[in-house]
């Protein structure tokens, strides 16, 4: 019996010993995953909750339930366009799935080629980076979903939840939840071994000093090695490894975090035990220098970078299209050509960035655009348009939620992004822009909120190195600016606008009739970039000193 026949019989025996007869169990292959299509004639409603249950048991795949028919499944009926009813069941699970949480996983886990899923896997720290919306969270729960599989522990601590908190409190919640993930594995047992009394001991310790107002660091610094010995015994006596994911590390103050993550880091020590932390690069401090603070990158930790960027636009393409395609094949919404143009596809992932959750929703939000245009059939680019626009103020208060770990820094994000704006879209009439190398050393601060605004979406980066056509040894970074900022019903007339078609980046002015240029080959996509004004930082040096002096 191959593998694929295994799992089939497994989810129809599933089925069937809940009192759910199952017409056929049919499997389809698409990147990244399989989808395993569950027939009923009676009992649906049990169906679709029994597959939501299962769904996690599945690596790889997801299940769907139909309601069986007579006809064959290829004659099944295709949408019309945007107004089909299966088309409002796509909408309603983009708009539901697109945030995932350790309650609500993402629908399906779309692997990448990077082997990244592996990495985070293993057992080694890991600090994983990437922008809002571009899967952290994904990766860590498929992670944690596949760790706990091998019958190994996981603990679960999302660190939003404890945003203001100090270093005192954020570790002793944390404290007091390794000791609950040890206290409930060992109830039951008819002879509690001797780390389950320690572990009660510790927790009531816990709560004891969280009621303390003012609580010192020198009171909860001597927990870590009552931790770390109560976390020796623990894996000793199970016999099995223990993995700790911190999830939204960027919402810990920067000034507490590296202290935290050393804290923990200090747990882990001589211990099968292994972090994950995940955040938003720019936005988070994982180690300080003097004293060495924290989890060090390349020594202590391993990164993870997630970020699918422009600079491949091909394979951000291919990667958000092998998303979208699954979440089309649970509503059964095909073809997408019915109701979403070639052409449309190409504007969201510019307008995405390479960012699966900004796809996903711009996607949905475009498909309503176009639902309220008269006789539309598919959804346009200047459904993505409007769709970017009305998206830029819900992406600026992000930047303010992002940003609230340090005080003022949502203020000085904001004056970055205006200085952007205003040299781009005013001075220049350019939506992207090119970066010096000098710069980067000269204005670390600025460059380091240049890196902010990439890391919350309103850059994107296009190209990390092209090199000067007049002077040898002078290179730049390029970035485009994120289309929310200057689209909505209109795009600006007489922009000089980077653009994505088809494969290639293409360069091309709005309300024109100039032919654009295509970037097909390296030296194409060369000359377009080089078209880019280079974006000095010494006046945006200059801005953010006079913002500091009124504080």
Avoid at 65 to 74: F, G, I, L, Y
Avoid at 261 to 269: I, Q
Avoid at 399 to 405: G, H, M, R, T, V
Avoid at 486 to 507: E, H
Wanted: hydrophobic share 45%; net charge neutral; aromatic share 6%.
């Amino acid at each position: 019996m191959n593998h694929g026949t295994a799992r089939t019989d497994q989810i129809r025996s599933r089925f069937e010993a809940e009192g759910v007869r199952v017409v056929s169990v049919t499997e389809r292959a698409f990147p990244g995953e399989i989808i395993f299509i569950v027939e009923v004639r009676d009992h649906y409603d049990e169906a679709i909750a029994l597959a939501s249950k299962i769904d996690c048991e599945i690596e790889g795949g997801f299940i769907t339930v139909r309601k069986a028919t007579e006809s064959a499944p290829s004659t099944a009926r295709r949408v019309s366009g945007v107004r089909d009813e299966q088309i409002t069941g796509l909408i309603e699970l983009m708009d539901a799935r697109s945030r995932t949480s350790e309650a609500q996983p993402s629908l399906n886990y779309v692997a990448d080629v990077a082997g990244r899923l592996a990495a985070a896997r293993a057992r080694r720290h890991h600090v994983v980076f990437g922008r809002r919306g571009v899967g952290k969270t994904a990766l860590l729960l498929e992670a944690k979903r596949l760790i706990e599989a091998a019958g190994e522990q996981a603990l679960w601590l999302n660190l939003q939840s404890l945003r203001g908190l100090d270093t005192s409190a954020t570790f002793l919640t944390f404290a007091s939840r390794l000791c609950d993930l040890m206290i409930a594995n060992f109830l039951g047992f008819p002879a509690p071994p001797a780390s389950l009394n320690i572990a009660k001991d510790l927790r009531g310790e816990c709560a004891r000093l969280l009621g303390i107002a003012s609580l010192s660091l020198a009171r909860v610094l001597p927990m870590v090695p009552q931790l770390q010995q109560l976390v020796r015994q623990y894996c000793e006596e199970t016999q099995l490894a223990l993995f700790l994911f911190f999830d939204d590390a960027h919402y810990i103050s920067r000034s507490e975090l590296p202290q935290f993550l050393d804290m923990v880091h200090g747990v882990t020590r001589d211990n099968p035990v292994f972090i994950k932390a995940a955040g938003i690069k720019h936005q988070m401090r994982w180690f300080v220098v003097d004293p060495p603070t924290g989890l060090q990158i390349g020594h202590d930790a391993t990164s993870i970078d997630l970020d699918v960027t422009l600079q491949e636009p091909d394979k951000a393409k291919t990667f958000l299209l092998s998303i979208l395609d699954a979440y089309i094949a649970h509503v059964r919404a095909t073809p997408r050509s019915a109701f979403l143009s070639a052409e449309a596809i190409d504007r969201l992932v510019l307008a995405s960035g390479g960012v699966p959750r900004d796809f996903m929703l711009l996607c949905a939000a475009s498909i309503k655009q176009a639902r309220e245009r008269l006789n539309a059939r598919a959804a346009g680019v200047q459904d993505v348009n409007n769709a970017a626009g009305q998206a830029a103020a819900t992406k600026l208060r992000e930047l303010e939620d992002d940003a609230a770990s340090e005080r003022e820094s949502a203020r000085t994000l904001l004056a970055s992004l205006d200085y952007v704006r205003s040299f781009l879209l005013t001075e220049r009439q350019v939506t992207f822009m090119r970066v010096d190398f000098t710069d980067k050393e000269h204005f670390p601060r600025e460059y380091g909120l240049l890196q902010s605004l990439m890391d919350l979406r309103m850059l994107h980066l296009v190209h990390s190195s092209i090199s000067d056509e007049h002077q040898a040894g002078r290179r730049f970074e390029v970035y485009v600016l994120d289309l929310s900022q200057y689209s909505g019903a209109r795009f600006k007339q007489n922009l000089l606008v980077l653009d994505f078609q088809n494969t290639s980046l293409v360069l091309k002015r709005t309300r024109s009739k100039v032919e654009p240029r295509i970037g097909n080959t390296p030296n194409a996509l060369l000359g377009l970039l080089r078209r880019g004004p280079v974006l000095e930082l010494a006046p945006l040096a200059a801005r953010l000193e006079g913002l500091d002096r009124t504080r």
